[in-house]
């Protein structure tokens, strides 16, 4: 089955800093990759997300990368702010596997003021 | 628009009790529905994953079980709890194939 690998499992960037976090994934057929932002005590929230057909998407100061040659794909975030610490999850769906969501083991992203 | 609800909000359960946790959503119709457990090391593990009524993929051996009695209605159980099972449980729907899912709230469960 698929199987989604996540790093760092920390990262601490200065305010104003970009952060970046990547994963890769397992199932060739994995077409939709999505991020989630989780803060503390609150459910996962998605912040991006990106299909097969595409290699690159970006919303204000958070963007995304795919490179399905390699199976790896990243997570971008610039000009970092303190409400941006949280725990990022990145995941995959591939329609070989029902089309479920499999997420990496999380990023605690910590962005000192 | 779609919610999704999901309760208790906490759960204090004794070893050996059993386990009912529900998951409903509004707003929409044959959705797919997920449980989730995060443990205390964050990672979200998918338990069980059900595209239609009574139709339920298990994902991990564990001492859980779910249902899916109605087609908006996810329900994990377990007969008898292990201190293992203790941590955050989190149920979440999506419309289709590599659509994004919603999270409920989640139920943070504590077997002592």
């Known amino acids: 089955g698929e199987n989604v690998e996540q790093h760092p499992s920390t990262l601490s960037v200065q305010e104003g800093d970009s952060a970046v976090i990547k994963c890769t994934y397992s199932?060739?057929?994995?077409?939709?990759f999505p991020w989630y932002k989780q803060e503390l005590g609150k459910r996962p929230q998605l912040i991006i997300d990106?299909?097969?057909?595409?290699g690159e998407k970006k919303d204000q100061r958070i963007a995304v990368t795919l490179n399905k040659t390699a199976k790896h794909f990243s997570l971008h975030i610039t000009e970092t702010q303190p409400e941006d610490s949280a725990v990022y999850f990145c995941?995959?769906?591939?329609?070989?596997?029902?089309?479920?969501?499999?997420f990496g083991q999380g990023t605690e992203l910590s962005v000192k003021p | 628009s779609q919610t999704i609800h999901q309760w208790p909000a906490t759960l204090v359960q004794p070893v050996g009790s059993p386990l009912s946790l529900e998951c409903t959503v509004e707003?929409?119709?044959?959705?797919?529905l997920y449980w989730y457990r995060q443990a205390a090391g964050r990672g979200l593990q998918l338990l069980f994953y059900?595209?239609?009524?009574?139709?339920i993929s298990s994902e991990v051996p564990q001492n859980l079980s779910a249902s899916r009695p109605q087609d908006r209605q996810f329900i994990l159980s377990s007969k008898k709890l292990l201190l293992s099972d203790s941590g955050f449980y989190l149920c979440?729907?999506?419309?289709?194939?590599?659509?994004?899912?919603?999270f409920g709230q989640g139920t943070r469960l504590t077997v002592v």
């Open positions: 979440a729907w999506a419309g289709g194939l590599g659509t994004e899912a919603f």
């Open positions: 199932d060739s057929a994995s077409n939709y």
């Open positions: 990106i299909r097969s057909n595409v």
């Open positions: 995941a995959a769906s591939s329609v070989n596997q029902g089309g479920k969501l499999i």
């Open positions: 707003g929409t119709s044959n959705p797919n």
């Open positions: 059900s595209v239609g009524i009574g139709q």
